[in-house]
Each structure stands twice: as structure tokens, then as C-alpha cells.
């Protein structure tokens, strides 16, 4: 089995900063992929950056600039800096860990934390 936890949200400001942070526990043997995603009331679910383990990262186009994506390997942890915050990045907000073993890959979720972005 395994665990997501996800923390860091809150709320903020208009142009504001926050950070996210995401841990991996559990019947982990080779994380591929590491990742964020939102999900806003009445939207659907969207990446938001993802980062391989060779620490290549992608990015939504709405976030890039702003948002950075970093891993700690040894640890299975990952963070995300949020600078620049906009009324449009308010949603609750998902880690995700793609990992497998021998033949078999799984995609773990995090409990989600929400993010509020005030005037």
C-alpha cells in the first residue's frame, strides 16, 4: 500500500507565494513520475507540472513561469513553489505518484489540499 500526503496549501493573496509539498510512503519500489494537478469547482482535473525522475519537468501552460516543480528523490518527495498567484490557480490541488514494480505500474493520489487566492 500506498500513502500520498500532501501539504502546504491555505490561503493567499492576489500575487502572493505558497508551497506545496508531497510525500510518498509505502510499498514504493521505483518512482517514474511525480506530479501536481488541480481541480477547480466546475472544471475538470488538469495537470499542473509533473517531474520525471531525472528531473525533467513539464508544466501547464497557465502555471509556467510562475510554478516550479522540484524532487527529492531519496526522500519520494516533491514541492511545488507557487509565485505570482491568480484568482484562476484557486482549486484543490492533487499529488500524484506514478511508480511500478517489476511489470506493474500504479498511479497514487494524494487527499488533496485547497488552495484559496484572495483580493
Known amino acids: 500500500q500506498v500513502q500520498v500526503v500532501e501539504s502546504g496549501g491555505g490561503l493567499v493573496h492576489i500575487g502572493g507565494s505558497l508551497r506545496l509539498s508531497c510525500a510518498a510512503s509505502?510499498?514504493?519500489?521505483?518512482?517514474?513520475?511525480m506530479g501536481w494537478y488541480r481541480h477547480a469547482p466546475g472544471m475538470q482535473r488538469e495537470l499542473v507540472a509533473v517531474i520525471n525522475s531525472g528531473g525533467l519537468a513539464r508544466y501547464a501552460d497557465s502555471v509556467r513561469g510562475r510554478f516550479t516543480i522540484s524532487r527529492m528523490n531519496a526522500k519520494n518527495m516533491a514541492t511545488l513553489q507557487m509565485d505570482s498567484l491568480k484568482h484562476d490557480d484557486k482549486a484543490v490541488y492533487f499529488c500524484n505518484v506514478e511508480h511500478s514494480m517489476g511489470e506493474n505500474e500504479y498511479s497514487d493520489w494524494g487527499q488533496g489540499t485547497q488552495i484559496t487566492v484572495s483580493s
Open positions: 509505502g510499498s514504493i519500489f521505483a518512482i517514474y513520475e
